[in-house]
């Protein structure tokens, strides 16, 4: 029942910024860890950034963590990605993620696709040499 819905992505060139939302609905936004994927033409699937309950604790990849900033919004239900300094191979699908919390998987498999069980459309950035 749970849906996210993301928005924010678009057209820019090398050195500008994006901020990317997620908008949560069908059940306790408070009670899910979210985060964000992203997919690039001809290349897997891979994690972005993170927020675990358990943890209270925002994890980043390595190729993004100097640039991006993840945070959630309880008041209302939304995530955020801000997406500074982009680079051309920041291009891809972004992808809002979430599960519901329990216990303290999260903190370790987080950057795995399997972990996460619910997922958005995804939104496109396009970044421009």
């Known amino acids: 029942q749970v849906q996210l819905v993301e928005s924010g992505g678009g057209l820019v060139q090398a050195g500008e910024s994006l901020r990317l939302s997620c908008a949560f609905s069908?059940?306790?936004?408070?009670?899910?860890?979210m985060g964000w994927f992203r997919q690039a033409p001809g290349k897997e699937r891979e994690f972005v950034a993170a927020?675990?309950?358990?943890?209270?604790?925002?994890y980043y990849a390595d190729s993004v963590k100097a640039r991006f900033t993840i945070t959630r919004d309880n008041a209302k239900n939304t995530l955020n990605v801000q997406l500074n300094s982009l680079k051309p191979e920041d291009t891809a699908v972004y992808y809002c993620?979430?599960?519901?919390?329990?216990?303290?998987?999260?903190?370790?498999?987080?950057?795995?696709?399997?972990?996460?069980?619910?997922w958005g459309q995804g939104t496109q950035v396009t970044v421009s040499s």
């Open positions: 927020i675990c309950r358990s943890t209270d604790t925002a």
């Open positions: 069908g059940r306790t936004f408070s009670t899910y860890g």
């Open positions: 993620v979430a599960r519901r919390s329990g216990g303290s998987r999260c903190a370790t498999q987080y950057g795995t696709n399997r972990y996460w069980d619910v």
